[in-house]
Every structure is written in structure tokens, then in C-alpha cells.
């Protein structure tokens, strides 16, 4: 995938990826829309879990011009690279404690994005700047969940390139985007009609206010 879609400098908006992506329907329906990524769930305690062989033809779908995010937790190197290979993924998303070591070898095949909380955001950021295979993606303790980030609390410390995710949704999102100025905006829970189905109505709104932003 190109760098572009996930780590850039912002110079006209956010990129914006939409998460929780379950079907081929959902994922035409999101970069048709306007989305630069897709996310697609592999963590086995998602109520969005989708599998290799949907989301490898959801992206065979949609181009190689948009990313597709592999999303994990919990799971072990092998099946990292593994999961994302077999499903055609461009770069993955890495959440829960890791040693830097996963992440780094991560990295020599996928570029990352590597979630972590508000309170990790300054020693994560030290780790990781120098690095351009890894983007961080400040996200809610609860991923999924729909409550937002304290964003003012945040601005201070806020590291460029960082992306932003946790209770984003057409209401609130270019809010966050004038406080932070994010390098990317990730959403899921707000632009769903049920989990793991998209309302293209919401999507469309998202990704409105994004652009208009």
C-alpha cells in the first residue's frame, strides 16, 4: 500500500478510515464514499469479526488505492502475518500491550498503526517517532465502544502524524479535527446501523464533515 494512506503530513484534511468493515456491500459502500482505509476486524473477541475470505474479497473489491487494515488483539505474531496475508491486507493495526519488539517486526512487512491510550501517548510517541513503518492511533480504553477522548486534554502533548480514533461520528468529528488536527480519523460504532453493518447514511455524514473540516 502506499505510505500515503496511512502515515502522511495533513495537508488539506484527515485521512479517514472507517472501521468494522464485514461485507463486500459495506466496503464498496465506504470507499465509494470517500474513505482512504478499511478496517476489518480479526480479533476473536470482536462482535465485528469478519473472516479471511470476506475480507479478502471485500478488498479485491475495492482497489488497490484504498488501505486495508487488518485490526488485531491478542494474537500472536504468526497469526498477525498470516491473517493479513491470506485476507489481502495493506497494513495492520496492532492493539493491547506489546513488546517493541512485535511491533517492530511487524513493521518489515506491514506499515503499522499502533493503538495506544491517552496516558501511553507521550512514551509511545518517543518510541516510535523516528520510525516512519509506525503510525500511532490514540484510541478510548474501551476500542469500539463509542465514548469520545477528552480531546482538549490532549492537545498538549498531541504528536504529530498521530491519527485518532474513540467515539468519532458525524456529530463530533470535526470538533476533534480543529482541536488536534490529527494526521487521520478512524470510526466505527457511530456509523453503524448494527454492529458490523454500516448506515450509509452516517458514513456519508462522516465523511462529509471530515473533508469539510
Given at each position: 500500500m502506499?505510505?500515503?494512506?496511512?502515515?502522511?503530513?495533513?495537508?488539506?484534511r484527515?485521512?479517514?478510515?472507517?472501521?468494522?468493515?464485514t461485507?463486500?456491500?459495506d466496503?464498496?459502500?465506504?470507499?465509494?464514499?470517500?474513505a482512504?482505509?478499511?478496517?476489518f476486524?480479526?480479533?476473536?473477541i470482536?462482535k465485528?469479526?469478519?473472516?479471511?475470505?470476506?475480507?479478502?474479497?471485500?478488498?479485491?473489491?475495492?482497489?488497490?488505492?484504498?488501505?486495508r487494515?487488518?485490526?488485531?488483539?491478542?494474537?500472536?505474531?504468526d497469526?498477525?502475518?498470516?491473517?493479513?496475508?491470506?485476507s489481502r491486507?495493506?497494513?495492520?493495526?496492532?492493539h493491547?500491550?506489546?513488546?517493541?519488539?512485535?511491533?517492530?517486526?511487524?513493521?518489515?512487512?506491514?506499515?503499522?498503526?499502533r493503538?495506544?491510550?491517552?496516558?501511553?501517548?507521550s512514551?509511545?510517541?518517543?518510541?516510535?517517532?523516528?520510525?516512519p513503518?509506525?503510525?500511532?492511533m490514540?484510541d478510548?480504553p474501551?476500542?469500539?465502544?463509542?465514548?469520545?477522548?477528552?480531546?482538549?486534554?490532549?492537545?498538549?502533548?498531541?504528536?504529530a502524524?498521530a491519527?485518532?480514533?474513540?467515539?468519532?461520528?458525524?456529530?463530533n468529528?470535526?470538533?476533534?479535527?480543529h482541536?488536534?488536527?490529527?494526521?487521520?480519523?478512524?470510526?466505527?460504532s457511530?456509523?453503524?446501523?448494527?454492529?458490523?453493518?454500516?448506515n450509509?447514511?452516517?458514513?456519508?455524514?462522516?465523511i462529509?464533515?471530515?473533508?469539510?473540516?
Amino acid at each position: 500500500m502506499p505510505d500515503s494512506a496511512v502515515r502522511a503530513p495533513q495537508l488539506t484534511r484527515p485521512k479517514v478510515k472507517i472501521c468494522g468493515t464485514t461485507s463486500v456491500q459495506d466496503a464498496v459502500l465506504c470507499t465509494q464514499a470517500g474513505a482512504d482505509a478499511l478496517g476489518f476486524i480479526f480479533a476473536p473477541i470482536s462482535k465485528r469479526l469478519v473472516s479471511p475470505d470476506v475480507a479478502r474479497e471485500a478488498s479485491l473489491s475495492v482497489g488497490l488505492t484504498v488501505a486495508r487494515v487488518g485490526v488485531f488483539l491478542g494474537q500472536g505474531l504468526d497469526e498477525v502475518l498470516r491473517l493479513a496475508e491470506a485476507s489481502r491486507m495493506s497494513a495492520v493495526q496492532l492493539h493491547g500491550a506489546l513488546p517493541a519488539e512485535f511491533v517492530e517486526t511487524a513493521a518489515q512487512f506491514y506499515p503499522v498503526l499502533r493503538v495506544v491510550k491517552a496516558d501511553e501517548l507521550s512514551r509511545e510517541g518517543e518510541r516510535w517517532a523516528a520510525d516512519p513503518r509506525v503510525t500511532l492511533m490514540v484510541d478510548a480504553p474501551n476500542p469500539g465502544g463509542g465514548v469520545p477522548l477528552e480531546w482538549e486534554a490532549l492537545r498538549a502533548g498531541w504528536p504529530a502524524g498521530a491519527w485518532l480514533a474513540g467515539g468519532l461520528g458525524p456529530g463530533n468529528v470535526r470538533e476533534a479535527v480543529h482541536l488536534l488536527r490529527p494526521s487521520g480519523v478512524d470510526a466505527v460504532s457511530r456509523l453503524e446501523a448494527s454492529p458490523g453493518v454500516k448506515n450509509p447514511q452516517a458514513v456519508k455524514a462522516f465523511i462529509d464533515a471530515v473533508q469539510g473540516s
